[in-house]
């Protein structure tokens, strides 16, 4: 359950101001459609999570666990840095109308999502964890828990958060992980 927790926690204040949520807002007022915009996401995020986390796992299963545990505190402390540079969303988000708003939002996030904070996120938590389903399934949660406001409330409410401490406080877990997996034998 820790593994669920954890990815759920991480993923859901890593997402806060981050390019997939403005894509979110973005779609919603595009569409204005929340039902297929919110499977859209899901399903994009279920696809991409469930091989981030299938590369995590497979990692862990390549290195030896001294290896892994410097290769992972590393990256938790990396993802705590980057946590603190805010994303911009790309103006070349259009897609096609021939796909629809599911199709629309399903390739955008997907794509939105390739090498994104989350996704490496999910690849370390996977190879933290070693419990893949419970990963993905606290990732696509997390990514919900962000997405589906941002989708349902537009705009006005993702400007009233405070972006910069939503991204200090995650940078903060990070690091504090990336420490705890560095210090443990």
Do not use: C
């Not at 359950?1 to 973005?26: C, H, R």
């Not at 911009?88 to 955008?108: C, H, M, P, Q, Y």
């Not at 993702?158 to 972006?163: C, E």
Request: glycine fraction near 8%; hydrophobic fraction near 60%; avoid cysteine.
């Amino acid at each position: 359950m820790e593994a669920l927790f954890f990815s759920t926690g991480i993923v859901a204040l890593a997402e806060i101001g981050d390019k997939t949520q403005l894509l979110a807002l973005l779609i919603a007022a595009r569409y204005k459609k929340p039902v297929p915009i919110i499977l859209g996401i899901l399903v994009a995020t279920l696809l991409n999570h469930a091989g981030a986390a299938a590369l995590g796992s497979w990692i862990t299963a390549l290195l030896g666990p001294d290896t892994l545990r410097w290769i992972l505190g590393a990256s938790f402390i990396a993802m705590a840095l980057w946590m603190l540079i805010p994303d911009k969303l790309d103006d070349d988000t259009r897609l096609s109308e021939r796909f629809g708003v599911f199709g629309a939002t399903l390739i955008a996030f997907f794509l939105a999502e390739m090498g994104d904070k989350t996704q490496v996120a999910t690849v370390a938590l996977a190879a933290r964890y070693h419990e893949t389903v419970m990963v993905v399934a606290g990732t696509t949660l997390g990514m919900m828990i962000a997405n589906v406001p941002a989708v349902l409330l537009g705009e006005v409410a993702a400007n009233k958060l405070p972006k910069h401490v939503v991204h200090r406080f995650a940078a903060g877990l990070f690091a504090v992980l990336g420490v705890v997996t560095l210090a443990l034998r």
